[in-house]
């Protein structure tokens, strides 16, 4: 059966012109490949209604399935409504069920209903009502020609969350007797670039000509996707379970070998929470000494829910002064080798550790720029230093970028460092018997 | 006159699938946008020949400029030059023009033409080649239908150099007597709703007819941006200037005036620059003690270059223990009010600013979620407090969203927290008349 292809088309002027970018698109498209449906086109339109409906209909003429995402708020540039409307040809008429629904999220923050957000609730006639699970405004399902469309709001985490339930169950009901879908998977490296990732997966590019591989660089490291198309006739017995898939499981296999020195997690998995669940399974408590990241480590690692088991504090000693108070450090080590430094990183942690009273001290301390760089030690040079149960360990890196990038490169791999010092070192909390 | 429009397309399936997002189209926006050009749709196709040519087509019947990027370069799926030639039912040929432009660029790079990179050579016949002044692949420009095409390559940096070239001086030979281009201003404001903001805004909107008003709210707060198009004749004299444009000055004087208490910054400039901006004019030091946003406060004033200046010191207190031990709080604060109030975090702002011997001690604690509220103290319930040579002040906030959101809103809000201190407290450092 030929595959199903989606447009989808992001809603908002800000798109065009407001220098942001639409990012709801990426989530949108997985969950279509999840549900089997192959996105061709992603389109930007801005607020004007006639600019949509065009888009609307040209998608219509290409497409099976159209996503929008964007223009049905409240606020007077929102046209989406409208322009859908005229789309299909239909009528606005305001449906009471999807005024309870903004009645009923309203109240939740205890918010009451203005006239002007009664036009939340106005939705082409006929039109099939989405309801939104995480704010006010709900979304709707029509035809417009062959196409099925769904309207979602632009608030992106409303947006994802709509398409995540409202699409897989529309098309659910609509192939009950087999499942369609992407299957991916991908795996998260650190510390190695794009060039090399790429020849060490290489000769299982060639192994695997049914698959497709993608690498994706960025400041978190380099990010391996490999990825098929399926499509798989169901019985009853397995309508619930999705059926191995022996020839992708083998390439991820031999993925994992060749990247094995690199990889820190697969799928979705952040760094933050590798180290969380390392830390956490080892009943091992944590304390960061920032110079250069200035609280990102600890910012990333509290960015994990129950993240406050592990983290006991952080310290942003930004100032020398800051140094020597908290943690330590002496005066005379930092005149005589500077604070950035494998000398101070290593008073750093061991300060950080002995004062908190923790298992594990991890230390940062570098030059994040754009100004402050000698020839010595230039702009992007990070000294990072780890005390804990088993020994003690100190690394000097040389990243590039501008200095968030630089920021968020050193806390990536100060985690890692973390995550590898944890592996490495085996053993539990007290024994220190690799150390 | 009529205004011209455009459309960007984006070649790349890494672009529908591989959660890349087209970044490019930002600049290649701006750079129409200064040549009087109104992007009214961009789109994003994956690298096969009928996709790109269909979009190609389409965006043809719709605007007068169309500009694409990427799929220019000498690997197999590369076929934005194929696609082209279809879409303008030309046939492809070798320009030996084109060809000594990638030798002399490969020159460069001490790197020798193989016979695969020849493919850059060649372009839709009679086409107008486009120097590529920082990479190897050409564009090339040509009519389809009505509307002129610009091809460019998909690297970033190249795509943006070649646009910035290229499309003000076609537009510049075509349009002598005049310049064309869009106007806009953006103001940003935190700690008030976006119906809010746009209610007090409405008279204006209303007032200024031909200008446009756009509102974006995040978890930064609101941004109104406020644009107008506008044609210019020129004068031989005044061919390099941009003249004033009274109207839109006047309508941003008066949106000032009307969101003045929530205004916090205009165009790009972020919070922590403004606070920076603040404490460095006064020559005042910050040090912030952070439990809920674990690190975040810091880390966004240390993303801006000079921070060092003023901040000294960030405490992440996320266990009680760290509490009592560097700030001071005491155990019997603790347990009477709770980790999570307005007297722990007074304990905390006091605690911070007296041991680290800086000017300004901000503190937060608050509860992020997902877990940890109570009926009496529910999730997104912050509270800060200052301590300065202001004197003391602390308040209590109700965020939502998820944890990730909490803590973003409840950083932005704690560093307007500081910047409202700052200014209505008025004066010099050492000056407390008027705390």
Known sequence: MKRLTAHIIAIGSELLHGGRIDSNSVGIAEVLAQSGIEVKQKVAVGDHELD??????????????????????????????????????????????????VQAHLKTRNRVLTPVMTRQAFMPSRAFIL???????????LKVGKAQLFVLPGVPREALAMAQVHIPLYFAKKYRRERRGLWSHSLNTVGISETEVQGHVMPLIKRYPSMQF???????GVKVTVSCWRVQELNKSDSKNIRPFPEGEGAVRNI?????????????????????????SRSLTLAVAE??????????????????????????????????????????TLKQYGAVSLQV????????????????????????????GSLEKPVGMVCMAI???????ARQFQFWGNRSEIKFRSSQAGLDFVRRYLLDRGGKKGDPAHG
């Open 131 to 141: 309801e939104n699970p995480v704010g006010t405004a709900p979304g709707f399902s």
């Open 52 to 101: 949509i409906c065009t888009a609307v209909l040209s998608s219509a003429t290409q497409a099976d399935v159209i996503v929008t995402t964007g223009g049905l708020g409240s606020t007077l540039d929102d046209c989406t409504r409208e322009a859908v409307a005229a789309a299909c040809g239909r009528t606005l008429v305001m449906r009471t069920q999807a005024l309870r629904m």
């Open 214 to 220: 993608s690498f994706l660089a960025s400041t978190s």
């Open 387 to 393: 005390d804990g149960p088993y020994g003690t360990e």
């Open 291 to 332: 110079s250069c990241t200035g609280g990102l480590v600890a910012h990333r690692l509290t960015e994990v829910p129950g993240s406050s088991i592990y983290v006991d504090r952080g310290i942003v000693s930004y100032s020398n002064r800051a140094k020597q108070q908290l943690l330590g450090v002496r005066s005379l």
């Open 256 to 280: 994992r070998a060749a990247l094995a020195p690199w990889l820190y997690s697969e799928g979705e998995e952040r760094m933050e929470e590798v180290v969380g669940k390392l830390l956490a």
């Open 345 to 372: 990183a290593h008073a750093m942690a061991k300060g950080i550790r002995k004062r908190s009273r923790v298992d594990v001290g991890l230390s940062l301390t570098g030059i994040a720029g754009p100004s402050g």
